[in-house]
């Protein structure tokens, strides 16, 4: 740790604790598609080519606005509903903020830069920040030093562009960041260009880890 100076976290699967079940079962009970047809949502498993999958990836890259992609829900679902109930079962996959996970993070940042590195959309970041802001009364981007949100961006992990922007935009090279992620694919371009990483299987082991250093 001696060369690090930068903590990086993954959103879903690491602060925040997401459940894309939730939203795919709600889809599910409502539309008279396919059930089959909604499992892409859930991208940490599904590994199939999917159409609905893609659009939800382009949505995450900032290539559609929110209402392309509410009407891309409407569509595929053949369902009928306003804006307001497909933000709000779209963001039934966020459970909860780890908030004794992001106590830990916080209380680092005397030590360390802390940042954010993350696939999401307008969307959840939202309601993130309403989550956060309920327990903290800031919003992510007043309580970490930088937050890269992908669809911000215009790439998401594990594309190369959205690490590179990292290093450029925090002013800091690869071997002074280590990286917390969820999903082993999002860290195996970072180790290549040269960040540290630490692969977020369990949050209680990664809460001590953190507590250590």
Same mark, same amino acid.
């Given at each position: 740790?001696?060369?690090?100076?930068?903590?990086?976290?993954?959103?879903?699967?690491?602060?925040?604790?997401?459940?894309?079940?939730?939203?795919?079962?709600?889809?599910?009970?409502?539309?008279?598609?396919?059930?089959?047809?909604?499992?892409?949502?859930?991208?940490?498993?599904?590994?199939?080519?999917?159409?609905?999958?893609?659009?939800?990836?382009?949505?995450?890259?900032?290539?559609?606005?929110?209402?392309?992609?509410?009407?891309?829900?409407?569509?595929?679902?053949?369902?009928?509903?306003?804006?307001?109930?497909?933000?709000?079962?779209?963001?039934?996959?966020?459970?909860?903020?780890?908030?004794?996970?992001?106590?830990?993070?916080?209380?680092?940042?005397?030590?360390?830069?802390?940042?954010?590195?993350?696939?999401?959309?307008? &969307?959840? =970041? @939202?309601?993130?920040? +309403?989550?956060?802001?309920?327990?903290?009364?800031?919003?992510? !981007? *007043?309580?970490?030093? /930088?937050?890269?949100?992908?669809?911000?961006?215009?790439?998401?992990?594990?594309?190369?562009?959205?690490?590179?922007?990292?290093?450029?935009?925090?002013?800091?090279?690869?071997?002074?960041?280590?990286?917390?992620?969820?999903?082993?694919?999002?860290?195996? &371009?970072? =180790? @290549?260009?040269?960040? +540290?990483?630490?692969?977020?299987?369990?949050?209680?082991?990664? !809460? *001590?880890?953190?507590? /250590?250093?």
């Amino acid at each position: 740790m001696k060369d690090i100076k930068v903590l990086l976290f993954d959103l879903g699967g690491v602060i925040i604790d997401i459940d894309p079940s939730i939203t795919i079962n709600a889809l599910k009970s409502m539309s008279k598609k396919s059930s089959e047809d909604f499992n892409a949502l859930d991208y940490k498993h599904y590994k199939e080519e999917s159409s609905l999958l893609n659009f939800f990836f382009e949505y995450e890259k900032g290539n559609i606005n929110d209402d392309k992609f509410r009407n891309g829900i409407r569509k595929f679902a053949n369902l009928d509903l306003s804006n307001d109930k497909i933000d709000h079962i779209w963001n039934y996959v966020i459970v909860k903020i780890n908030q004794d996970l992001l106590d830990v993070v916080l209380s680092l940042k005397n030590r360390y830069k802390i940042m954010i590195l993350s696939n999401t959309n307008f &969307i959840h =970041k @939202v309601y993130y920040d +309403k989550l956060v802001v309920d327990i903290y009364g800031k919003t992510l !981007k *007043q309580l970490f030093d /930088k937050v890269f949100y992908s669809y911000e961006i215009r790439s998401r992990k594990p594309e190369l562009e959205i690490y590179q922007k990292v290093i450029d935009e925090s002013s800091y090279s690869g071997k002074e960041i280590l990286f917390f992620d969820d999903m082993k694919e999002n860290l195996e &371009i970072p =180790k @290549v260009i040269g960040m +540290k990483t630490h692969h977020v299987e369990d949050i209680t082991l990664t !809460k *001590q880890f953190l507590k /250590k250093i």
